[in-house]
């Protein structure tokens, strides 16, 4: 790389007293700058649903500064193309693939635009699969993976690795997932992979196994395994709270757990590699107004990214970006009990009954008793110890415990919720590393800044993976039709002269005379429409 240098007017006796200042030129500048935007490996962690208030009950329930509050940097905007208000699916389309999108889409473009400043032209092409950023890893020969605590097939994670017009199709997420030859996929969601429980009856256990992954289903099986190829499978949906976990569910690991052995499973492949990780229970504890299972997960994927830094500061060369991707519950410090007396009240008054807790609500409830005979016992597990008259009575004549204790504990601790849903408040921002992002950001950032540190441009990625196969195969004098004889699996058949290919929906495969050819990435059909590789457009072409 020729850098042209300026000679510039200053004697060795001057340069000696201005010490070791260095002088470059405006083009050495800005090639410094690029070089220091460039990371071998990235590490993008998301909690789900957790506002910047119970970020803050968080640290204030352990007692002391959080891991993330050393790489504190900035705050990110999270509305979707159509709303103030994002769900998980939009939310994580944007972190992963640069694109604003609609409610339940995941890795797709929105049909309806509606948010101030986002560009009307993504509804031009609606429903239309978008390349993500481990995608773009997998083309830049990157080790790549996805870790959740809910099943793997959920929002945020399935944003991150396929394509859905909606995201409860955990069919088809499912078999993306599998077929896109992600290196380490750590979570719950086995029920979504045995073929008792598809649709389509395929068996993708079996696939996993013959693509040479180590499939664990414990902690010591994770902890154990030595294979450069993982998938485990903790659990038949999501994993249980941190909090109940050695109580309930011992042989799951931890967030910090399976985000340690990710690491160091991806970090032996000399390309580098890109993860992506999620707390994902924060969010369904808010959703439930249980401040409990919200600190508990918090601080579970605290830990997490308190492995991701750990293992960036050593290695010098990854970038780890940690954001929510929306609040939930409109959680605040404070409620009615404390509108005149907030002023002289202490951090203990809304932390010490918290502490009184010892399971989460799912926890807590999943100990009740079928005839309700040990509601009082449940209630002291969630934190309602030494019940007043009052509580006693609304527990045992409660027809929504749930509800009850939630709504106990909040009045003892003098916190307020005013949803059970999302909202849209902007949220911090934590980063490290080469070309981290800094202050207020997009959500889409989060894409675009993973993608320049790891030297690709998203852009150019989406045209080499996903084109339109009847226009992309008829400027090749190819004709297509599609086999749905299989309904839950459909075919896109393509003929040129003599030659007949088949590539089936939602996997990495073209089959060709009669043989299978792999392909780097997978088919998806959206919108009635397939899309294939540029790959596989030539493969045809050739006809071999």
């Known amino acids: ?103 339940k889409f995941v890795g797709v473009l929105p049909e309806k635009i509606a948010s101030p400043g986002v560009d009307s032209s993504l509804a031009d092409d609606p429903l239309k699969p978008v390349a993500n950023v481990l995608e773009g890893a997998k083309l830049e020969g990157k080790a790549t993976g996805i870790i959740a605590t809910s099943e793997i097939q959920h929002a945020t994670p399935a944003a991150f690795s396929s394509h859905a017009t909606h995201r409860t ?44 992954y180590d499939i664990v289903e414990t902690r010591d099986e994770l902890l154990k395994s030595k294979s450069n190829k993982l998938w485990g499978t903790f659990a038949p949906a999501a994993l249980a709270y941190d909090m109940d976990r050695a109580q309930t569910n011992p042989e799951e690991p931890t967030l910090a757990e399976m985000t340690k052995k990710g690491i160091s499973t991806l970090s032996k492949d000399k390309d580098g590699f890109f993860l992506f990780v999620e707390g994902s229970k924060p969010d369904w504890a808010a959703h439930a107004n249980d401040p409990i299972g919200m600190i508990s997960d918090t601080l579970a994927f605290d830990e997490a990214v308190k492995e991701a830094v750990a293992f960036a500061k050593r290695d010098k060369n990854t970038l780890v970006i940690a954001v929510s991707d929306h609040g939930n519950s409109g959680i605040s410090i404070g409620n009615q009990n404390t509108n005149s007396s907030y002023p002289a009240t202490p951090v203990s008054a809304y932390i010490d009954p918290l502490k009184e807790a010892e399971m989460t609500l799912e926890g807590a409830l999943k100990q009740l008793k079928k005839d309700n005979s040990n509601v009082l016992e449940v209630a002291a597990l969630y934190g309602i110890t030494n019940p007043t008259a009052d509580e006693t009575k609304a527990l045992n004549s409660s027809t929504n415990l749930s509800k009850t204790l939630v709504q106990l504990l909040a009045n003892r601790a003098n916190l307020g919720f005013t949803t059970g849903g999302h909202t849209g408040e902007d949220l911090f921002m934590y980063s490290y590393g080469p070309g981290k992002p800094t202050g207020l950001i997009e959500n889409t950032d989060v894409a675009k800044s993973t993608a320049t540190a790891l030297g690709f441009s998203l852009g150019k990625v989406d045209k080499e993976v996903f084109v339109e196969a009847e226009s992309a195969f008829k400027k090749i004098g190819a004709k297509v039709s599609i086999d749905s004889s299989d309904k839950t699996n459909p075919v896109l058949v393509v003929k040129k002269g003599k030659t007949t290919a088949e590539i089936p929906v939602n996997k990495n495969i073209v089959t060709i005379k009669g043989k299978d050819k792999e392909l780097k990435t997978v088919t998806v059909q959206s919108n009635g429409k397939f899309y294939v590789s540029q790959e596989a457009v030539k493969i045809v072409k050739k006809g071999k």
Do not use: C, H
Not at 176 to 191: A, R, W
């Open 1 to 103: 790389m020729k850098i042209n240098k300026k000679v510039m007017g200053i004697t060795l006796a001057s340069s000696l007293a201005l010490g070791s200042f260095a002088y470059t030129s405006a083009n050495e500048k800005v090639e410094a700058k690029k070089e220091s935007q460039q990371a071998k490996n990235v590490i993008v962690l998301v909690k789900d649903g957790v506002s910047s208030t119970t970020t803050t009950l968080a640290r204030w329930y352990k007692g002391e500064p959080l891991a993330m509050d050393e790489i504190m940097s900035g705050g990110v905007r999270t509305y979707s193309a159509e709303s103030a208000v994002t769900d998980s699916a939009p939310a994580g389309t944007a972190m992963a693939t640069g694109n604003k999108s609609n409610d």
């Open 169 to 212: 199709d955990y069919d088809s997420i499912a078999e993306q997932q599998v077929y896109q030859n992600i290196d380490v996929v750590l979570g719950g969601g086995k029920n979504s992979i045995e073929a008792k429980n598809r649709k389509d009856g395929e068996n993708l256990v079996d696939v996993i196994e013959e693509k040479g």
